[in-house]
């Protein structure tokens, strides 16, 4: 093997290692965000509304009139038609306008609804529910674990 082979072998085995080191680096970083709350396919911005992954926050709400889960999937709903009329072949500009305003529409339903369902937890509960829910709250609203 001659110098320059030598060399040359050398910089491909390194440029292989780092490429696989980033690629780990950002699979981590996906998979990680997947399991903190708010983060992932359920999470607000371009996956809807994210689901209730606190158990207090979740407990809590669960006696409420207000169905979070029908909100949610009536956004997911409102997403596909968002992508649906981004995808379609000839682009129609005023289908998009409407699958976007129907967007806006339900996501304001969706806040609508659990503002809701807060303040009817809040109200049936005391003191220490209350202080869990504003915690739970909380960690959601941030996307902490």
Do not use: C, W, Y
């Not at 950002?26 to 607000?44: I, N, S, T, Y």
């Not at 305003?101 to 049936?124: F, I, N, P, Y």
């Amino acid at each position: 093997m001659t110098p320059l082979t030598k060399r040359l072998t050398v910089a491909l085995v390194i440029s292989v290692a780092l490429n696989l080191l980033l690629v780990g680096f950002f699979v981590g970083k996906r998979l990680d965000r997947r399991h903190q709350p708010g983060m992932g396919p359920g999470a607000a911005g371009m996956h809807g509304p994210r689901p209730m992954r606190d158990e207090a926050l979740r407990e809590l709400l669960k006696g409420t009139n207000v169905d979070l889960r029908a909100r949610r999937e009536a956004t997911r709903t409102a997403r596909a038609a968002v992508e649906a009329s981004l995808e379609r072949e000839p682009f129609d500009k005023a289908a998009l306008d409407k699958s976007l305003s129907d967007l806006r529409g339900e996501t304001v339903k969706s806040q609508e609804a659990l503002h809701t369902a807060l303040a009817d937890a809040a109200a049936k509960g005391n003191l220490e529910q209350r202080r869990r829910l504003a915690q739970a709250f909380g960690r959601e609203r941030r996307g902490k674990r």
